[in-house]
């Protein structure tokens, strides 16, 4: 790919954050357009995907929000949090939902339960019901990541802002973990998310798109970060499907996609039903699908059919399970350090990839080896701290 300027904070990692994907917004079936009873985002089946892959050996695992049928995420989040033994929960919050100092009281309760095993994907879309301008978004989502690492950082919260005007003491918002609290995972592609990203958080997730493409993302972000003397990682959200023979994974995709093949209007309706779904990234992954050969790939291994029936991440890695490790060391050497992988139905799709590529796979967890989890319990409210 010639001479990259990407700077990665852990390039020196030897390794990668593995990730599954919690389906807790209407988001797993076995065939898509097919909505089966047996794959509804209950508690009981949006957790056994997530104890699963749990017990499987995967580091993090994203719990998505949305405003369509399905759980909330904090909710679903602090519900089996104390059920897991070595995940990460990887929850995504929408900036302005909560009032910034109670968010940050939720995400303390949240972290002290996990014993540091939290990370927040920040989410900037419009509220529903809500419109405002991009900028504003992104603007209100900035004073958000403040008054929250002023939480973590300070001994109180003293923000004056377009959006909130605050002053309190932090004992309250404490998170369990040390030296910045939780990581700050963000996707977006806008001037002002790219700019709020470089600024603020830890880790530039995307969506799949060419390798090439993927390499001018990260450039720019690298260059923008590299303005604020900061550095960020970088992590790529894709769905997989994986099977012993390429032909035998490629069947499966085509099997996944039978209901909606020949009927685009019903792929749109599916499509359309996420709150997000006229982004700008959603527009990059129907970009990316327009320029796909006739059987969807738009380079070797990734397949765009998936997108005709989604919002979102749309595209997916096909092949054996030699090909997809190719592909994702690939992806690692270019500088990406964490992967949130999915698939249909999630369960099945989890503990086929455990079984045939994740054993391949060097993992770490990106707040452990950044120096977030504390050895001994923190002196917090909330733990060793004393009580006042």
């Known amino acids: 790919m010639g001479e990259s300027k990407i ?3 852990s390039k020196d990692i030897d390794g990668a954050e593995v990730s599954w994907f919690a389906p807790i917004c209407n988001g797993d079936d076995e065939i898509l357009g097919a909505h089966s009873m047996d794959h509804k985002s209950s508690w009981d089946n949006a957790s056994k995907v997530l104890l699963a892959a749990d ?11 949305s405003y369509q049928v399905g759980q909330d995420t904090m909710t679903f989040a602090s519900a089996v949090a104390p059920l897991t033994s070595n995940i990460n929960l990887l929850a995504a919050i929408r900036c302005g939902e909560v009032h910034p100092p109670m968010l940050a009281r939720a995400i303390a309760t949240l972290d002290h339960i996990l014993k540091g095993r939290l990370t927040i994907n920040i989410i900037s879309s419009n509220l529903p019901g809500t419109d405002l301008s991009s900028a504003e978004r992104y603007q209100r989502s900035r004073e958000v990541i403040q008054i929250l690492k002023q939480a973590w950082t300070q001994d109180q919260i003293d923000f004056s802002g377009d959006f909130y005007n605050i002053k309190l003491p932090t004992d309250p918002v404490k998170p369990y973990q040390q030296n910045g609290g939780p990581l700050l995972y963000f996707g977006g592609y806008s001037p002002s998310g790219v700019d709020l990203c470089a600024e603020h958080c830890d880790v530039y997730l995307m969506w799949p798109e060419t390798e090439k493409k993927l390499e001018e993302l990260m450039t720019n972000m690298s260059n923008k970060a590299a303005e604020y003397n900061r550095t960020v990682d970088f992590g790529l959200r894709v769905h997989v499907i994986v099977r012993e023979t390429e032909q035998e994974a490629k069947a499966a995709a085509k099997k996944l996609m039978s209901k909606v093949d020949g009927n685009d209007e019903h792929g749109k309706e599916i499509r359309e039903r996420a709150l997000d779904a006229k982004s700008l990234g959603v527009s990059r992954q129907a970009n990316m699908r ?34 997809i490790l190719g592909k994702i060391h690939r992806y690692m050497d270019l500088g990406i350090r964490s992967f949130i992988f999915s698939g249909y139905p999630h369960l099945e799709e989890c503990e086929l990839f455990a079984k045939m590529v994740l054993p391949h796979l060097k993992t770490i967890s ?3 080896v950044q ?8 002196l917090t409210p909330l733990a060793g701290g004393m009580r006042k």
């Open 55 to 65: 017990k499987l050996g995967y580091r993090n695992i994203l719990c998505p929000s």
């Open 366 to 368: 990106l707040p452990e």
């Open 7 to 9: 700077n990665i904070r």
């Open 371 to 378: 120096g977030r989890i504390p050895k001994e319990m923190p």
């Open 290 to 323: 327009d320029s796909s050969d006739d059987d969807g790939f738009v380079e070797p291994l990734l397949w765009t059919g998936i997108g005709r029936a989604r919002s979102g991440c749309g595209a997916a890695l096909v092949g054996t399970p030699e090909q």
